[in-house]
């Protein structure tokens, strides 16, 4: 009976990992595993993992900008033509699947999977997609040459 009520008042521990995908492969350029025994956000495990891999980032736990030298603002644009254009950007998802709210919001569950990629959108004669696509699958010379290195 002790053993029972032992294993009933142990703290729950919550397991998640996050990861993150540049602009030019899929190589992962970060990935750390955390137990945590508190509830907590995208937002707060992302700076959490930056922080402690002493990684310059611009963001905070609502927004991501800019991590590992990515291209932020006028920079993450790409050009195509004159209709047609990429914007840059970083994105997360949760178990493969990307939220519709900011990472400050997402409160991670038990062994949750965060995976943080460097994404785009496409326009094109005056309309944005809707979809977010990782640019490490497109590779795009301006944030990938070897000159940039």
């Known amino acids: 009976m002790k053993v029972l009520l032992g294993l ?10 996050i990861s ?5 492969d899929s190589t992962p350029l970060l990935e ?15 700076i959490k993992s930056l922080d402690e891999a002493g ?8 927004h991501l900008e800019s991590a ?25 998802d949760v178990n493969g699947r990307t939220s519709q709210v ?8 038990q062994d949750d999977h965060i995976l943080w990629y460097y994404c785009y959108v496409s326009y094109d004669s005056g309309v ?3 979809s977010h696509r990782k640019t490490h699958e497109i590779a795009p ?3 990938c040459s070897k000159s940039r290195n």
């Open 8 to 17: 009933l008042l142990t703290r729950v521990v919550i397991g998640a990992t």
């Open 20 to 24: 993150y995908i540049g602009p030019c």
């Open 32 to 46: 750390k595993e955390y137990e945590l025994n508190k509830e907590v956000s995208v937002g707060q495990l992302t």
């Open 55 to 62: 990684v310059k980032y611009r963001g905070s736990e609502s």
């Open 68 to 92: 590992f030298n990515t291209p932020y603002g006028l920079d993450a644009m790409e050009v195509i033509s004159d209709t047609k254009m990429r914007s840059h950007g970083w994105c997360f």
């Open 102 to 109: 900011y990472p400050n919001d997402y409160k991670i569950d």
């Open 128 to 130: 944005w997609s809707n």
């Open 141 to 143: 010379a301006q944030f």
